[in-house]
């Protein structure tokens, strides 16, 4: 289907719109945000918000250009779920770190108590 009938769809708040998307861009929406977070999981929850937000989004936006319309979409929200990702009380890798940390610190007892 041509983007412009997309777009028509969109605004007519018909939910086809939806599905002609994710057949038309499905895969490059993804592919876009899996370059971004790196994680095959969050790379679908970000094209499947990519679909939310662009319900939202029209009307009253009316894009010229439907794909760099997604693209765009799909990058904000895959950039902001990188950095919700690596925020860092939630960043994984700090937990190794602070667990080798541990061997480093100075027991109760130091030598100069036991005489």
Known sequence: MEDHRIVELYLLRDETAIKQTTEKYGS??????YGIVD???????CENDTYV???NAIPPTRPNILS???GKIARNIA???YEYN???????EFDVVLSELEECIAAKNTVEDSF
């Open 39 to 45: 994680d095959r999981q969050t790379a679908e929850e």
């Open 79 to 81: 950039l902001n779920r």
């Open 53 to 55: 937000a662009t319900w």
């Open 86 to 92: 690596k925020a860092q009380k939630r960043n994984s």
């Open 68 to 70: 760099a319309f997604l």
């Open 28 to 33: 490059r929406l993804q592919a876009l945000a």
